[in-house]
């Protein structure tokens, strides 16, 4: 069970990346959770609290709305892609100078969440578990520091103005799958605030719960799925990362604080990859290249094993890699490091025929995943349906009874 997981660690694994290791001193101790309140909204209500689908980049008329609305001021990238029109296309650099010098304007947004996206458009805090936990640490502060205008309901007040931030976070960097749901959860949570508690105490219970869901989701998600993981590396084993999750190597540290030896790629018998979300059709969503070692894993039979927090899992479904995703700085892919004399696309720009693409994220189909080593268990990628389903209220447990490649039988408890 995940609850019996969590205490098999006596040492608590060293953080992978230094800027996920920053924000999470500041976390609390555990919070417990809180009752079950009643039964799970309706999909109309819950709906509500998504947020909202990524704009159509080639609607003309949408992109002119946006940008009078805008906080923050961008320039279009020459030389853009037809077939990713949809998808916003800026040219990078150019709005961080701005940004900076509207920092101590008092009358926009909470300070917090202004560095938070600076640093998210500077490319200071990045990962999925570290932009989140860095989004929620700057709520916590805003919901700290927020105070209710007379004749005005906190539930409504607050949710609008979470949207606000949410929507400037957007304007930095777009949202990954994992902080979408990370804001659903805390508008949620807000619409439930009861109406006889005063504004402090309801600022403390939300607080509460943004610590609680740091602790739960994350760290101690993260603890749960090293203690699983270990158990499937072996002496002598040649292991397989790509893309650097900071679970994956939380898990490295700790085999190797075990005493157990392994290599690093060579000739491979395991590959670990970490994730930015998993779909509900079991499609893995993770950085660009991704696929690629999967599939070459897959063809030589290797067993690929995707390690990965349950609340980046999503009810979307995705076929491509097209439809939704993030384009990165195309100057990245121009440039050769430490060797001037090869950057032969240094002035790329300049032609008006030549255009680069830099796709942040691919999809690797569930055909091409082993397991999924989760916070819940060891699982296929053919249970993650129910762990979508069972997942929308925190106020539940879920826990995992098998783990073999057929659909894993999962029981659901009432924690109250």
């Known amino acids: 069970m995940a609850s019996d997981a969590s205490t098999k660690i006596s040492k608590q694994p060293k953080t992978a990346k230094t800027s996920l290791k920053k924000v999470v001193n500041h976390v609390n101790p555990p919070v417990a959770s809180d009752k079950k309140t009643g039964e ?16 159509q980049f080639d609607d003309a008329h949408r992109v002119v709305k946006a940008k009078k609305r805008s906080g923050v001021s961008q320039s279009e990238a020459r030389n853009r892609v037809e077939l990713f029109r949809h998808l916003p296309q800026y040219s990078h650099g150019t709005q961080l100078p701005d940004l900076e010098s509207k920092f101590l304007q008092p009358d926009l947004m909470h300070p917090s969440v ?12 990045s990962g999925g578990n570290a932009r989140c936990i860095a989004m929620l640490l700057a709520f916590r502060e805003a919901i700290n520091d927020y105070s209710m205008p007379a004749e005005k309901i906190l ?38 605030v009861q109406l006889a508690l005063s504004e402090s105490e309801a600022k403390v219970s939300l607080q509460s719960d943004i610590d609680r869901f740091i602790n739960e989701k994350i760290i101690v998600a993260d603890k749960v799925i090293v203690s699983h993981a270990v158990t499937k590396i072996r002496d002598d084993d040649v292991l397989l990362t790509f893309g650097s999750a900071s679970v994956v190597e939380m898990i490295f540290d700790h085999v190797h604080e075990l005493g157990k030896k392994f290599r690093v790629v060579v000739e491979v018998t395991r590959v670990f990859l970490g ?40 009810e979307r479904v995705q076929l491509d890699s097209i439809c939704f995703n993030e384009l990165g700085d195309p100057d990245a892919i121009s440039r050769v490091p430490r060797d001037e004399s090869l950057s032969h696309l240094k002035n790329w720009a300049e032609n008006e025929n030549l255009h680069l693409l830099n796709l942040k994220y691919d999809i690797t189909p569930s055909d091409y995943v082993s397991m999924l080593i989760t916070d819940y268990g060891m699982l296929p990628p053919t249970s993650v349906p129910v762990i979508v389903i069972g997942s929308t209220d925190m106020d539940h447990l879920i826990i995992v009874v098998g783990f073999k490649f057929l659909p894993a039988r999962i029981a659901v408890f009432d924690c109250s």
């Open 275 to 314: 994730a930015s979300s998993v779909l509900s059709n079991g499609t893995v969503y993770s950085r660009v290249g991704t696929a690629s070692v999967a599939m070459v894993a897959h063809a030589f039979g290797v067993p690929v094993l995707v390690c990965c927090e349950a609340y980046k899992f999503h």
């Open 155 to 192: 539930n409504r007040d607050l949710t609008a103005k979470i949207s606000s931030y949410v929507s400037f976070l957007i304007e930095c960097r777009p949202l990954s799958i994992s902080m979408g749901n990370a804001i659903r959860f805390l508008k949620n949570r807000i619409t439930k």
């Open 40 to 55: 799970r909204p309706p999909d109309k209500d819950r709906k509500k609290d998504i947020p909202q689908p990524r704009m």
């Open 114 to 125: 202004y560095k938070v996206g600076l640093q998210y458009l500077s490319g200071d805090i």
